[in-house]
């Protein structure tokens, strides 16, 4: 069965500091790896799509990385902002979007 | 340019009723999916549409659930007759075309049956 798994479930930083989102997948096959922020009450938006022969990709603070080996994939982000406050959901996919696996999301709060 | 509209936001039905969620896409995207999202999970694919014909439906409860996308551009959910575990935001998402595209999602529909 195709499961994404993330952790932590949540969790808490200072504004400013720096932290790392984990995703580790049993997705087969695999194509590609994206991750999505999703504020409350608002629908996903795209950070980073990366297929199996990329190794890291980068959106502003938001940094990715995929080992398809290991089938593992990390989110970085640095220098946190209150407005990265969200859930980070990583997804994997066989190339056809219909069978996009989610995983059900870190909840992430930046706090003062 | 614009993103992909949904509509309405909210909605509070009584069990055994139906509803019925509106979805317009980004222009020129030929994909279209909707999504049930509940509380604290990921979103799980219910239909997907390439221009107006279906890919896939296999995840759709098709006793109770219908999508039609008739002129390959908006798109609606209806639900008929509702129960209580349907209660879940709806998301509808477009991309370019299917594989490894983008998907932009809409706001979503909050769907609460009581």
């Known amino acids: 069965k195709n499961q994404v798994e993330q952790s932590p479930q949540s969790l808490i930083i200072l504004e400013g500091k720096n932290c790392t989102l984990q995703?580790?997948?049993?997705?087969?096959?695999?194509?590609?790896l994206r991750w999505y922020k999703q504020d409350t009450g608002r629908g996903p938006v795209s950070l980073t799509i990366?297929?199996?022969?990329?190794n890291t990709k980068s959106n502003g603070r938001y940094t990715a990385t995929l080992d398809a080996d290991t089938k593992q994939s990390s989110l970085h982000i640095t220098a946190s902002q209150l407005s990265d406050s969200a859930s980070y959901i990583c997804?994997?996919?066989?190339?056809?979007?219909?069978?996009?696996?989610f995983g059900t999301g870190t909840r992430l709060q930046v706090t003062l | 340019e614009a993103g992909v509209a949904q509509s309405p936001r909210y909605k509070i039905i009584e069990k055994r009723q139906s509803v019925a969620f509106w979805c317009n896409p980004i222009?020129?995207?030929?994909?279209l999916y909707w999504y049930q999202q509940i509380l604290g999970q990921g979103p799980k694919l219910l239909i997907q549409?390439?221009?107006?014909?279906?890919?896939?439906d296999s995840q759709l409860p098709k006793d109770r659930f219908s999508a039609e996308r008739l002129k390959g551009v908006d798109s609606t959910l209806k639900i008929q007759p509702a129960k209580l575990e349907d209660s879940a935001v709806y998301l509808c998402?477009?991309?370019f075309g299917a594989g490894v595209y983008e998907q932009y999602f809409g706001p979503g529909t909050r769907l609460t049956v009581t």
């Open positions: 998402a477009s991309s």
């Open positions: 222009s020129g995207h030929a994909t």
């Open positions: 549409f390439q221009n107006n014909g279906v890919v896939d």
């Open positions: 995703c580790n997948y049993t997705v087969s096959p695999f194509s590609n």
């Open positions: 990366m297929t199996f022969s990329e």
């Open positions: 997804v994997v996919g066989p190339g056809t979007a219909s069978k996009l696996t």
